[in-house]
Structures are given as structure tokens and as C-alpha cells.
């Protein structure tokens, strides 16, 4: 089994530090390791930043883990990798169906809370757009994002509008959000139905609400793990998500990817929803969560494939 790693930006021979401990895991688990230089790949030298792996002499699986990538330059480094017969596990294709909301929508729609969106190359010229498909949400609670990412812990000023009628507060929290993402907007705005979720307090450092949730990873469709997501709150683990899973296997057949995550929270009420699917690729794993078993899970399954 190959994975593959970002490098030190100050040394290519050494992991990122955020994945040392991905790293060490899955080569001490007997995986073969390599790494490849996100800072060369973002400069458009998709090339250069495989440079350190060999040529294979047949198609070799790999799966990497690492930073967030926007499809572009996830597509580069698949191209890249594959020229030296190494294979990320997910298409580009597959990428961005478990990595851009848009594209798993369809598929979770039914246990998710409503939502729209609109590509950013629509808002060139102002929030019309926005406004216009907003009428669906009448006087309700909504939070902000864009296709990939929120900035919940900024909850008041670019996630949270208490009512979807009032323009002002929504230009406020919408440019905010658009203002700080800048360049690192991804896809465009999403705007989703607010859901009152179960509470575990609120986060130490911004104060955002924490809610009971759960990461699930899924290879080839089967589930292979189920984390805590906040490293922050206490759960409750008489409580967990795992008796409640059965309908969200069903959902997770319909992603149209390989390796992905999906995030489950319970709700004030006792329901559970699809709060998010992600790419496994670059989903984090919790601190609290255990490499050894998640590592260990990904190679088994693969090996059964």
C-alpha cells in the first residue's frame, strides 16, 4: 500500500509537521511513504513537486493525504502522479464530488438541510443573485459558506444570519465572507437552512457553538471509520451516532467517489443530519482520533479490493 504525503516547506526531504504523525503511522504500519512538494505544485510545477517519486513500473494505487486542493490543482497533481504510473485512489472527478458541496447534494439531499448556491463567477457584479434565490428561505435562520469551507468560528460575523428576509444582515454576513475568504473562495456562496443541533458548549478560543458530531470515512462505499469531531467538547460515548448509521450507509452508496467522508450531527430535536461530505483525501483527522486503526483500515480495505 503507497500513500502519499506534503513535504516540509522548508525541507522536501521531511513531512509537513501537521502529518508527521499520518506519516510515521502508515510507514510503521509497513506502507510505502513518499512526498511530494505542495508549495512547487501551487507554483504551477505539478512536476516538480512529484519529483521524488520513482517511476513504477506498473499502475500503483496511492492515496494522498494532505492540505485542501482546489479541483484545478488536484487535477494537476493526479496528472502528474499518474505520468509515473501512480494512481490517486480518487479520480479528479471523484475529488470533486466528495469535495465541492454542489456535487454531493443530489445524493444527500433528503437528510441535509436545504440549501442553493451561487457560482462566484455571478457574483462579479454584486449579491442580485444571491438575493433572488433567497426567497426560498422566507424568514428563516441560514448559514453561510462557499462549496468547500465555512468560517464558523466567526459565527456571527461570516457564518450565522438569524433571518434569511433581512438584505442587510444578509450583505453583511455574505460580504464578510466573501471579503475574508478572498482568493481562497472556493466555487462560490452556498447558503443552507440552519438546523438547531444537540450541544457539547461552545468552542474555548472563537465561541462558536460545538455540536454532537461525528466523521465518518468511507472506502469503496463500506465505512471504515466513525471519529468525534471536536477534539474540544466531551461526548457522551453511550450516545454515539453508531446505532443510528443504517440510513446513512444507504446515502453514502449514492457519492460518487471512492474515498470520502460524510459528517453526521444530532439534532435539538433527536434527528440526525448530513452536515457535510468531504474528500477522505484531505480530511483531518480529529487529534483525538487513532491513526493506527484509520491507517491500518484504509490498507486492509484496499487489500480486499
Known amino acids: 500500500m503507497k500513500f502519499v504525503f506534503c513535504s516540509d516547506p522548508l525541507d522536501e526531504k521531511a513531512p509537513d509537521m501537521e502529518y508527521l504523525r499520518e506519516y ?72 470533486r464530488n466528495g469535495h465541492e458541496f454542489p456535487y454531493a447534494y443530489e445524493a444527500i439531499k433528503a437528510v441535509t438541510p436545504f440549501s442553493i448556491w ?7 457584479e454584486g449579491l442580485t443573485p444571491l438575493f433572488e434565490k433567497m426567497d426560498v428561505f422566507g424568514n428563516k435562520p441560514v448559514l453561510v459558506k462557499d462549496y468547500v469551507k465555512s468560517r464558523k468560528h466567526e459565527w456571527d460575523d461570516a457564518c450565522f444570519i438569524p433571518d434569511a428576509s433581512d438584505r442587510e444582515g444578509v450583505r453583511r454576513v455574505a460580504e464578510n465572507f466573501l471579503n475574508r475568504q478572498g482568493t ?28 454532537q458530531e461525528y466523521r465518518l470515512f468511507f472506502l469503496d462505499h463500506q465505512m471504515i471509520a466513525c471519529m468525534d469531531y471536536w477534539d474540544e467538547a466531551a461526548y457522551e460515548h453511550e450516545s454515539r451516532a453508531d446505532s443510528t448509521l443504517a440510513p446513512f ?13 460524510m459528517d453526521l450531527a444530532k439534532t435539538a430535536g433527536g434527528e440526525w443530519l448530513v452536515i457535510e461530505v468531504g474528500d477522505g483525501q484531505v480530511s ?14 484504509i490498507i486492509e480495505g484496499l487489500a480486499k479490493g
Open 118 to 124: 451561487v457560482p462566484k463567477e455571478e457574483l462579479n
Open 24 to 95: 510515521e503511522t502508515a510507514r510503521g504500519l509497513g506502507a510505502d511513504v513518499y512526498l511530494i512538494s505542495l508549495e512547487a505544485l501551487l507554483e504551477g510545477g505539478a512536476e516538480r513537486a512529484v519529483r521524488r517519486l520513482p517511476v513504477f513500473e506498473t499502475r500503483e494505487v496511492f492515496v494522498y493525504r494532505g492540505w485542501m486542493l482546489k479541483p484545478d490543482d488536484y487535477e494537476r497533481l493526479y496528472q502528474a502522479l499518474s505520468d509515473k504510473n501512480a494512481i490517486l485512489i480518487n479520480s479528479p472527478e471523484e475529488y
Open 249 to 261: 450507509l444507504k446515502v453514502a452508496e449514492r457519492i460518487e467517489s471512492r474515498f470520502f467522508t
Open 184 to 211: 481562497d473562495l472556493n466555487g462560490g456562496l452556498v447558503i443552507r437552512e440552519f438546523a438547531a443541533l444537540a450541544g457539547l458548549g461552545v468552542h474555548p478560543k472563537s465561541g462558536m457553538p460545538l455540536a
Open 284 to 297: 483531518g483527522l480529529p487529534i483525538q482520533a487513532d491513526a493506527a486503526y484509520f491507517y491500518r483500515a
